[in-house]
Each structure stands twice: as structure tokens, then as C-alpha cells.
């Protein structure tokens, strides 16, 4: 067996594969959870007797590693592995399919000559989803809500030293560059509001202004984060004339949304939020672990100029 990688998603399980971000390598996992990986990989392997590419989704939740599905195929993301390792993957598979060895493609160069394939760098890869672009039925815009069916319609990889220069690299590829500075619209579901405080708080030392709903403000509030209340689109322009977050995002007052749904009165509510941001270009967010994400790359853009290199520079490394 020759590990490809291990991309780690950055979305959790329950976000189609195909439109959650990854990283190679993978961040959070431990060397033994690694070890684990690959001796499960390696049984399912010879278990169904795939020779060439297999791709298995793996999930870890409280120490315990699942199997999500086995794909004795290759996949989109194996252009992604190569780029970011220099090993290609696809035509080692190939031969090896015709009845080369891993052995051999040692010994050729092909293949590194001991180990698995080594990542160089940070790469992120960010799936391209054009909800502009998407009508339902009746003519309206699409919820730009993530989910377990695939909308993407392609995909684009940054690499750099840092996972924030990466993740940011990736973002400006596929939605746009994220704001280095502004107003930042949260509106957090009551499961995500623990893990949403952090990156909060951190984009609240980063300059930014903060905008958020009741529950949410008064969460951050609580927390020790500043955030103004603004109004639901359910409840209207106020009586003194104040603006709903609709209106504040069609007015070009936001630069950032972060927007995690639930419920039938939030989904109203969340759909008209991000059907707004959609139409106005404002980035959208509306996974905990993309908000996270989000700020690390605000980190890096604050930070200075992007670094810039051909791939092949890269794989020198």
C-alpha cells in the first residue's frame, strides 16, 4: 500500500465531499489516528482486492474511527493529491492496474522510493459553488446552504507555508477574497453557538464590527464580545426606522456573513439572509468549522501580501 494522502475536511461529516473544503495534510489528527487510518485502509483494500486507486471517507468521532463508504476508483480530488504532493497518482495507479508493483515503481522514480506520498506545503481545496448562477421552480434564488447532495461545479487549491494563507489562496479562487476589515453579520443555530464564540471573538481583536440577532448577541454579549442587534427579516423594519439585516445587506453594509440554520422559523429567516448575500457577492459562511477556518485566513490576508510561487517550485521543497 502507497498512501496518497490524508485530506482532512474541514466541514464536518454530513457536508457532501464534494463541496466541503479539505486540507492535506490533515491538522488535527494524531499519529496514531493516522496509523489507525492506514491499517484500515490497507484491510479494505485487500479486502475487496482493488489494484490501483481507492478512496474511503473516514470519520472520527470521540476516538473512534468510522467508515463512511470505499471507492475502489479514483476521484476528483486525486489531481488535488498530486499537485500537492508531486507523486502522480493516476498514472502510478495505471500501471499498477497492468500489472506493475508498488516495488517497482519505487525503484523507477515513479513512486517516492519508502513511505507514503508526503504533502509539500499546505494545500486547501475549496469546492466552487456558483449558487448565483441556481433558480428553483418558481424563479427564486437557491438556499446557499451546505448539505449531503453535491452542488458544486468544480473546485480550486491553494498552497502555501500556513493553513490561514492557503484556506485564504482557496477563497479567493472560488467566492472571492475575504474582507480584511468591516462589518460581520453572525447569526449562530443554538447547536453551533458553544463553538462559534471563539472565532467571534477573534474577529472582534481583528478590527471588526459585529452584527448579530438577539440569541446570538446576547451569547457574545455574555462572552465579552461587543456585537450590535440587528433585526430578523421576519420582524420588519423597526419602529424608528431600523434596518433588517436584509436591508443592511442589500444597502451594502456587510462585508462578511456567517449564518448557521435550524428550524423551521430560522430556515425563513436564514433563507432570506443568504439569498441576499448571494446576489449582493457578500461571502457567506454557514458551517462553524468554515468560520473558523475564515479567520485564520483573515489572519494571514491582514498580514500581508499573499506568497505566490509556481507548483513546481513547491514540489522542489
Known amino acids: 500500500l502507497l498512501l496518497g494522502g490524508i485530506m482532512e475536511h474541514i466541514e464536518e461529516a454530513g457536508i457532501h465531499s464534494g463541496d466541503?473544503?479539505?486540507v492535506l495534510p490533515a491538522m488535527t489528527i494524531t499519529d496514531s489516528q493516522r496509523s489507525e487510518i492506514r491499517a484500515a485502509t490497507l484491510k479494505i483494500a485487500q479486502g475487496v482486492d482493488v489494484r490501483g486507486l481507492i478512496n474511503i471517507q473516514f470519520?472520527?468521532?470521540?476516538?473512534?474511527?468510522?467508515?463512511l463508504e470505499a471507492n475502489p476508483r479514483a476521484s476528483r480530488t486525486v489531481p488535488f493529491v498530486s499537485k500537492a504532493t508531486g507523486v502522480p497518482l493516476a498514472k502510478a495507479a495505471a500501471r499498477i492496474s497492468l500489472g506493475s508493483t508498488i516495488?517497482?515503481?519505487r525503484a523507477e522514480g515513479l513512486l517516492p522510493t519508502s513511505?507514503?506520498?508526503?504533502?509539500?506545503?499546505?494545500?486547501?481545496k475549496e469546492a466552487v459553488l456558483p449558487w448565483n448562477r441556481f433558480r428553483r421552480v418558481d424563479g427564486r434564488g437557491v438556499d446557499a446552504v451546505l448539505g449531503p447532495e453535491m452542488r458544486s461545479t468544480g473546485e480550486v487549491m491553494?498552497?502555501?507555508?500556513?493553513?490561514?494563507?492557503?484556506y485564504a489562496k482557496s477563497q479567493i479562487s472560488s467566492f472571492g477574497p475575504l474582507p480584511k476589515s468591516g462589518t460581520v453579520f453572525i447569526s449562530l443555530a443554538d447547536k453551533d453557538k458553544k463553538s462559534g464564540v471563539n472565532p467571534a471573538r477573534e474577529l472582534s481583536a481583528l478590527g471588526f464590527r459585529l452584527l448579530a440577532t438577539d440569541g446570538t448577541a446576547r451569547l457574545l454579549s455574555e462572552n465579552g464580545i461587543p456585537a450590535v442587534v440587528v433585526r430578523k427579516n421576519s420582524q420588519g423594519t423597526g419602529p424608528m426606522g431600523e434596518k433588517t439585516i436584509v436591508e443592511l445587506l442589500n444597502g451594502g453594509d456587510i462585508d462578511l456573513v456567517i449564518n448557521t440554520p435550524v428550524g423551521r422559523g430560522t430556515r425563513a429567516d436564514g433563507w432570506a439572509i443568504r439569498?441576499?448575500?448571494?446576489?449582493?457577492?457578500i461571502p457567506i459562511i454557514t458551517t462553524t468549522a468554515g468560520f473558523s477556518a475564515a479567520v485564520q485566513g483573515i489572519k494571514a490576508l491582514q498580514a500581508g501580501v499573499l506568497s505566490v510561487s509556481p507548483i513546481q517550485e513547491w514540489l522542489k521543497k
Do not use: H, P, W
Open 103 to 105: 516495488a517497482s515503481l
Open 20 to 22: 466541503s473544503a479539505c
Open 59 to 67: 470519520a472520527m468521532a470521540e476516538n473512534i474511527l468510522y467508515v
Open 158 to 166: 491553494g498552497i502555501a507555508d500556513t493553513f490561514g494563507e492557503a
Open 275 to 281: 439569498t441576499a448575500s448571494v446576489q449582493r457577492s
Open 115 to 124: 513511505g507514503d506520498a508526503v504533502a509539500k506545503g499546505i494545500s486547501v
